[in-house]
């Protein structure tokens, strides 16, 4: 059985012959994905979020599914409808493509608020209801959700139960020069994603998971996590800070980048690379923060600042 760091670099390398130049982003994703939780990919269009996804799903072997959101879908066009089969006087459960391991929804903010909370039960509790009857989803489990953040005509804002529901959210960004010309290279005869292989078997990875929550986190770092989420809650230009939920993610997924990098316990500094993209998205600012254009983001790197880290090793 592969430890957790060594199946974490071949998954983050196998990505990477498609995706160019975004280790770090690619990195979240996984960590995502070892901490059985959900992903917000935010970006201009044409960065590779839809390739990463895809490439996350190849990579483990996992089905895949996506969903691409417009105003018009309906629930059903997510979790699936009972049909009533006339040769056997039953209904038949048709699954939706949210029954998939891997599920992309692409640009989520562009369907309504009806169909966007078709997505909470899956999300939270790993399950789909349709008439009544309770369906579990397929294991291991991950929804990757796209959004242009720049782009408002024609979409609606996730509302907030939505976003917390969100583990990490990560941002692609723009390529350097020298990683575009790859990009163009690479592409010149063929895409590169029609020959990614599976390189992790499922079974591994949900290996990796169980060994994530083993991971010891000391009383001090525990108390450290608690302290910069309240202070989320109490900062001057925070209208809603950081729900427990967020509190539980900032554990998770530092037990988790304690483990892709081979250490068996976490240290501050775990806590503090995942904070930004564990928290922000988050954070409701107030409406004196909004007009000052205040990001989330400063925000939290402003608390990170403030909030003493315990003594300890670093990594």
Not at 48 to 63: E, F, P, Q, V, W
Not at 174 to 198: A, F, G, K
Not at 235 to 242: F, P
Request: glycine share 6%; proline share 8%.
């Amino acid at each position: 059985m592969p430890t957790t760091q060594s199946l974490s670099e071949r998954l983050i390398e196998n990505v990477e012959k498609v995706i160019i130049g975004k280790t770090e982003s690619v990195r979240l994703i996984v960590i995502g994905l070892l901490c059985q939780g959900h992903v917000l990919i935010e970006d201009v269009p044409g960065t590779g979020k839809t390739m990463l996804a895809k490439s996350i799903a190849r990579s483990i072997g996992c089905t895949f599914n996506r969903i691409q959101f417009t105003p018009d879908m309906l629930p059903s066009d997510v979790t699936g409808v009972s049909i009533f089969n006339q040769k056997s006087r039953e209904f038949e459960y048709r699954p939706g493509p949210i029954m998939a391991q891997i599920v992309l929804t692409d640009e989520i903010n562009r369907a309504t608020p009806k169909t966007q909370a078709a997505l909470l039960e899956a999300m939270e509790e790993r399950q789909v209801t349709v008439d009544g009857v309770t369906r579990p989803t397929p294991d291991p489990f991950m929804v990757l959700a796209t959004q242009n953040p720049i782009e408002y005509e024609g979409t609606f804002p996730l509302p907030e139960a939505q976003l917390d529901r969100f583990m990490l959210r990560v941002n692609l960004g723009y390529p350097s020069p020298q990683d575009e010309i790859r990009i163009m290279e690479r592409q010149q005869i063929t895409h590169p994603i029609n020959n990614l292989e599976q390189v992790v078997p499922a079974e591994d990875l949900l290996a990796a998971q169980r060994a994530v929550r083993q991971i010891a986190v000391s009383p001090e770092i525990k108390r450290y996590i608690v302290d910069l989420v309240n202070e989320t809650r109490r900062h001057g230009e925070v209208y809603l800070g950081a729900s427990p939920r967020g509190s539980l993610t900032l554990f998770r997924t530092a037990q988790a980048r304690a483990a892709i990098v081979g250490r068996e316990y976490a240290v501050p500094d775990d806590v503090k690379v995942m904070a930004v993209p564990a928290l922000a998205h988050r954070l409701i600012l107030g409406p004196a923060a909004r007009i000052r254009e205040v990001e989330a983001r400063q925000i939290v790197q402003e608390i990170l600042a403030s909030v003493p880290a315990p003594g300890g090793e670093l990594a």
